[in-house]
């Protein structure tokens, strides 16, 4: 009766966002909870006979979530999925509500849900998942996950009370890869990595957090560097080593800012992504996994999915604006930072370059890590720089600082748009790297100003 | 004339910070004057080079600080002697701690600092997170963000590096942020620290052209940008 009561309450709110277009998904969800506290795990768990399957780590959640769904939509497989930003416990019960109905039943047979790391222990005794995808852990808004060791150890804390459920972790992330070592009852995580990697890399990279045995705090050898403390490394005699992988991506290869292939373990069928980045190896070889341990599908199947996928929401999404090609990059960390470096701006050196660095709630307060990310590898750059955003001038100061030059600072998001507009010309690129709200309202400028383009040419 | 040398002490153990923001202020500000300067990174079993003019140490998860705060106790008599002779040195937040005389850890007990500064540090349930603003005798207002559960406090006689204005700064009392002792400063500031609050760096800057037996003077440069970022970020929530 309760929980009936929490969906109604649920139900209603949503009904109302919608018709107010506030567009808010976590009220809903907080409102089913006061009426019954236990409103998530009654509406989850045990509830799907395909499974749950939880992805979270700092980076590349919302790509591996959205190509696991993409595999599950060419299965044919009915599910259920939380948007991005609504991945707290409220957002994942606003989600919940809307698709359950009045009896509490459910009609798909798996449930995906991205879930922040913060809000993981908490959701995962809840809802007990029956996979858990750790993608990566670095630094990231310390100001509201604290430090990186505490999350690991809610993590492992939390894996030893899920005893049945399945570990698909990053085996190229030594403080990831330790969370599934000496498990009890001799369980075994099931790893997947990269094996090589040959395109471009950062020099200046201060982003790796995680280059000690996290047993020992000996230093780890790393034959192989990716990025940050990505790689592949071993401990010294017989410490803490990268364990060996189950799903290994190998002969990987970019091709410009369009694409990047690889292959999985010895197969002789090549992925092709549509989307550039070894980020996104990362995020389709942990998809591929899952795809393969939790849900038994076919190889032809899986990677058939993975081709036809494109990037997420304001990750890596190219829109057009005023007939000009806009890439819109999500960043919020330096790691994601150095990585979008990496793979767009190394050789895209005269093109229009917009930050636009907010430090609202969502993007986190603090904006330290901009001082940590490789501006410096961005020497030589001989284009255009707009910044903008709450915090445009401590981003302008960034660059200063890095060397690079002709920065024009604009914290008024009207008038940076104008900006944007009289800096390039038709046809040309331009790549916005905003943090998560400023992409918000970028994104919807952006698609609104296309839109009365379109209207005024037809 | 000779080249100026900061240490950047344990930077990958305790940089977790935007601490290379800080070394990048010096040099940067100093390479802009023409004045030569060279940057050498100290690890855990590393030697701190006798010649230094400069320290700087960053902040660091908990457990980086166990293996750090050993290192140091190695380090103490020369970062002391470096410190009596007038040698500048700027620490942050973890690395502020372990200079004082200890810091009592959630996780892994007490954790002996150096005591070059007399102020002690204890773990507590407040996390003191949030832009904070400091108005300082010695350098005018200063910004930045702190995120800190450790709380300092004075011991005997000690210097702060300015009042609260905004924030919690050494811990939710007393209203005190940071430290100074001779030319040594401690701060929970980050932000990056420097960058937005020139004045500090170029005072370092000085007395590291002092420390090094030099007497030139340096040049003002154009901080229009660093005091606009400064402004801002004051006003921030």
Known sequence: MRSLLAIMAAKAALRANRVTGS???????MLAQKLDKDILA???KNNFPGGIIVVTGTNGKTTTTKLIANILEEAGITYVHNKAGSNMERGLISTMAESTNLSGKVEAEVAL???DEAFMPRVCRAIEPDTIVVTNLFRDQLDRYGELDKIARSFRNLFEELPSTKLVLNSDDPLVASLGYDLENERKAIYFGVGDYNGPKIINDHTADSIFDPFTQQKLHYTEKYFGHIGRYRGKRGGFTRPKPD???????QKGIESIKFAVNNSTKVVKLDMPGLFNVYNSIAAYAVAKVSLDLEENNIIYALNESSAAFGRSEVLNYLNREVLILLI?????????IQTYLLKEKDRLLVFVINDNFADGRDISWLWDAAFEDLKGYMGKVIVGGTRAYDMALRLKYSGLKGVSVEPDESKLMELIEKNSTKRSKVFILPTYTAMLSIRSKI????EKAKEFWQ | MKAIKIAHMYPERMSIYGDFGNVLALSQRMNWRGIKNETVMVEVGQKLPKDIDLIFIGGGQDKGQVVVA???KSKSSQIKEFVESGGPLLSVCGGYQLLG????SNDYGQIEGIGLFNVISKATDTRMIGNIVVQSEKFGQLVGFENHSGATEFIGRAQPLGTVKKGFGNNPNDKLEGVIYKNALGTYLHGSFLPKNPKVADWLIRQAIKHSGQSFKIKELNDELENSARKFAAKRP
Not at chain 1, 247 to 253: E, G, L, M, S, T
Not at chain 1, 332 to 337: A, D, I, V
Not at chain 1, 447 to 450: E, L, Q, R
């Open chain 1, 23 to 29: 567009g808010g998904t976590a009220l809903p969800g």
């Open chain 1, 42 to 44: 009654k509406l989850v």
């Open chain 2, 101 to 104: 005389e200890y810091f009592i």
């Open chain 2, 70 to 72: 050993k290192d140091l």
């Open chain 1, 113 to 115: 849900f991205e879930v």
């Open chain 1, 332 to 340: 919020k960390n330096p790691t994601g930072l150095n990585q979008v």
């Open chain 1, 247 to 253: 799903f290994q991506a190998n002969n990987v290869k």
């Open chain 1, 447 to 450: 698609v609104s100003g296309d």
